[in-house]
């Protein structure tokens, strides 16, 4: 959601924050700003919309420093606004950014009102601002004074602080958000994200949980959550600066999503060899946790939930196993019952969703034998505080509807699957014909992505429908919901999914000639139940679209389009190639529409708030 940048160094900084802000326009946001410290003084620019509206304000008014904090806010407390925007003042040129959200705000406002501070905007974020302030009246520094209102503060945040007092310093505080410093020889930067700060470092350290930092150009102080000096660990992270731009391509969601089978394989790479799957790539104690597992609870938000639903049916049919999954949002505020012995699995491409995050620190409470993250974010809170964990590879993904990163988490969570199908039901020889059939997801990827003028061209009988219904049976439902998802994010078209075989228990009153119904058909053995749900559909006057095997027995016809798939796909590899020509109809209905293809309205890349 928000995105944080900071900087402190030889150098101008304000192209470095503006660069770190059009960096973090994926992450979703409303408004845009930055302050700096010229000459002294505090000087600040904000305006609501997006970034390359704050960069037109510079260009009227240019600002320079060496210091100097941006954000770019999606709004929780207060309207879109450029008086809601970031960064937020106190007095005596106190300035600071904020992600997160303070659940005690309008307890600190109403003291702080009777302090006699006046409020600017209607934020939780300026409360911090003035509470900093007041305790500067009594602390002997900035960082002092920080360290006093975080220790009053309940809730989530990663705040970035400076003030005219101390030019040359920076205050971090994070709890429950990111929040990175990068570290150069001429200066150190701050983020929410190490995107953010690649076209100056790749090297970085991040801060635990309730760590307070000061930042200044040549020395770095950290301290942990009980005020003690600590040392955190440089790491140089595997990112490059480009590895985020459009290319040839002109959005980045088409972009990510030819890059799947590319991204597909990078996930198998190192994990698979000579038929067989390299367990210890969970982590050096995986084998020993698998042997024990006895059953698997899977917690996951949005696109990263319906690849948790595909692993169920794989799960149960391959390992044996019980499996349940949970909406994060839904588990963190319920009482399950733990089963003995059951792994907990989070599925996150950021690895800092919110909800998610927090069921994996419930689940730690739990009795859970152990926890896996699945995450595509090697530096994320959800990968450093699981037990095990599996990296999904996909590279940066910015487009806010999440393609390569599903296809990524359904092919991580196919090798969980083979991992504990080694201790239960599968000799050498099923493994070896289980990792046969997940190293050739790629080719069947790039051999659909072909589809993609045919479905540029079947986008024109959607432009201009106001709803959608999707239909599969068995694993494929999760598809069909994930092809729902992807219609209504971008296009904005009304688009629900539903298990074939529940058309008349409703959903059927739904279907007439302007309802288009798109299903996911491969030739499995809930084929010729499939067909029958269709012959419902027919029957009423619905037009359908039917992505099929060619060998499914399925033929256009009046009101019925059948699209082929590539042929003998099996079960294990229809969830990841049956959502590609999803992604590129949903793409297609969008550029037809005119939306905002890779920033959709109200919608956030990572949610990193409840």
Known sequence: MCGIVGAIAERNVVPVLMEGLRRLEYRGYDSAGLAVLSDGQLRRQRRQGKVAELQSALDAEPLSSHIGIAHTRWATHGVPSE????????????AIVHNGIIENHEQLRAELKQLGYVFASDTDTECIAHRIHHHLK???DLYAAVRATVAELHGAYALVVMSEADPGLLVLARCGCPVVVGLTDNGNFVASDVSALLPVTRR????????VAEIRQTAIRVTDV???????????????????????????????IHEQPRAVAQTLEERVANGKLLEAAFGPAAGEVFARV????????GTSFHAGSVARYLIEQVCRLPCHVDIASEYRYRSPVVPKNTLFVTISQSGETADTLAALRLAKEAGYLATLAICNVPESSLVRESDLVMLTRAGPE??????????????????????????????????RGLVTRLIEIPGLIEKTLVLDPVMKKLAERFADKHHALFLGRGIL?????????????????????????????????LVDADMPVITVAPNNDLLEKLKSNLMEVRARGGELFVFADPDSGFESSDGVTVINMPRHVTYLQAPAVYTIPMQLLA?????????????PRNLAKSVTVE
Do not use: W
């Open 138 to 140: 009594t602390q002997p």
């Open 587 to 599: 793409y297609h209905v969008a550029i037809l529409r005119g939306t905002d293809v890779d920033q």
């Open 294 to 301: 006895e059953a698997v609870h899977i917690v996951a938000c």
């Open 226 to 256: 009980d005020g003690k000096p600590v040392e955190r660990e440089e790491k140089l992270s595997e990112l490059s600066a480009d590895a985020a731009e459009k290319g040839q391509y002109p959005h980045y969601m088409l972009k990510e």
């Open 398 to 431: 910015i487009g806010v509807a999440s393609t390569k990163a599903f296809t990524t988490q359904i092919t991580a969570l196919t090798m969980l699957v083979i991992a504990l199908a080694k201790h239960r039901t599968a000799d050498a020889e099923r493994e």
């Open 204 to 211: 970085f350290i991040f801060l635990d949980e309730g760590d």
């Open 477 to 509: 439902h999760p598809i069909a919901m994930e092809g729902a998802l992807k219609l209504k994010e971008i296009s904005y078209i009304h688009a629900e999914a539903y298990p074939a075989g529940e058309l008349k228990h409703g959903p059927l009153a």
């Open 83 to 94: 008086r809601n925007a970031h960064p937020h003042i106190s007095y005596d040129g106190l």
